[in-house]
C-alpha cells in the first residue's frame, strides 16, 4: 500500500531564517506530487505541482521554491522566511495516468514564523 | 475565476443528518470530491462524483450534483460526533493537468 510522510510535524522558525520541509511517497512510482497551504481559517492554496524528477510547476508566485531531487521526494523551501509564510503545509501525491485522479495527503507541517 | 464556496461552518446534534453545501466553478469539470480533515491531519478522501452522475450513495454518504447550478452537497446520515471535522469539496479543472480546486470548507460540529 502507498503512503505519504511529511516531517517535521512543527516547525518555529524566525523571520529571515531559512526553510526545508520534506515530503516522501512509498509504495508507487512516477506520481504527482503537489505542495498546498492551509493558511488559518482558509482553504487549500496549490503552491507547486510536479510530474517527474526536477519538473516543477508553480502556482502562485511567493517567497517559496520546490524540488523533486528523487521521483517520490518533494521538498519545499525558502531562503528567507517572512510572517505571512505561517500556515499548514500539505504535501500530496495522485497516480500519474489515474483515472479518477484523486490526490492523497500527508499529516502535513505546521509552520510558525515568529 | 477559480474560487469554490462553501459555507463555513454547520453545527447538528448527534444523530440527525447533516447536509454541506457547494458551489464549483467549472462546468466541464469531470470529477468532484469530497474531503475530510480531521484536527491538525491531513485530508482524507471521502468519495467522488463523476460528472454524469446525479447522485451518489456510500454507506451513510450521499452526493448530490446539479450541473446545470454547479451546486454539489454532501448528505451525512445518523451524524456521530466523530464526523465533526472539517469538509472540503474540490472540482477537478478540465485542464491537462489534473489539478484540482478546493473549497474553503465547512467545519461540522456535532454535539451530544
Known amino acids: 500500500s502507498q503512503t505519504i510522510h511529511q516531517w517535521p510535524a512543527t516547525l518555529v522558525q524566525p523571520v529571515g531564517s531559512p526553510l526545508s520541509l520534506e515530503c516522501t511517497v512509498e509504495?508507487?512510482?512516477?506520481?504527482?506530487l503537489y505542495w498546498y497551504r492551509q493558511a488559518a481559517g482558509r482553504g487549500l492554496q496549490l503552491l507547486f505541482y510536479?510530474?517527474?524528477?526536477?519538473?516543477i510547476s508553480s502556482e502562485v508566485p511567493q517567497n517559496l521554491s520546490a524540488s523533486r531531487p528523487q521521483d517520490r521526494q518533494f521538498i519545499l523551501s525558502s531562503k528567507k522566511l517572512l510572517l505571512s509564510d505561517s500556515g499548514f503545509y500539505l504535501c500530496?501525491?495522485?497516480?500519474?495516468?489515474?483515472?479518477?485522479?484523486?490526490?492523497?495527503f500527508g499529516p502535513g507541517t505546521r509552520l510558525t514564523v515568529t | 475565476g477559480e474560487d469554490v464556496e462553501q459555507s463555513l461552518f454547520l453545527s447538528v446534534r448527534e444523530g440527525d443528518s447533516s447536509v454541506i453545501n457547494c458551489t464549483y466553478t467549472?462546468?466541464?469539470?469531470?470529477?468532484l470530491y469530497w474531503y475530510k480533515q480531521e484536527p491538525g491531519a491531513g485530508l482524507q478522501l471521502l468519495t467522488y462524483?463523476?460528472?454524469?452522475?446525479d447522485m451518489k450513495q456510500d454507506q451513510r454518504l450521499t452526493v448530490l450534483l446539479n450541473k446545470k447550478d454547479k451546486h454539489l452537497s454532501l448528505r451525512i446520515a445518523d451524524t456521530q460526533t466523530g464526523d465533526s471535522a472539517i469538509y472540503f469539496c474540490?472540482?477537478?479543472?478540465?485542464?491537462?493537468?489534473?489539478?484540482?480546486?478546493f473549497g474553503t470548507g465547512t467545519r461540522l460540529l456535532v454535539s451530544p
Open positions: 509504495g508507487t512510482s512516477n506520481p504527482n
Open positions: 474540490a472540482e477537478r479543472m478540465n485542464t491537462g493537468f489534473q489539478k484540482l480546486v
Open positions: 500530496a501525491w495522485s497516480l500519474r495516468g489515474g483515472v479518477v485522479y484523486e490526490q492523497y
Open positions: 510536479s510530474v517527474g524528477i526536477g519538473q
Open positions: 462524483i463523476f460528472s454524469n452522475m
Open positions: 467549472d462546468s466541464s469539470s469531470t470529477y
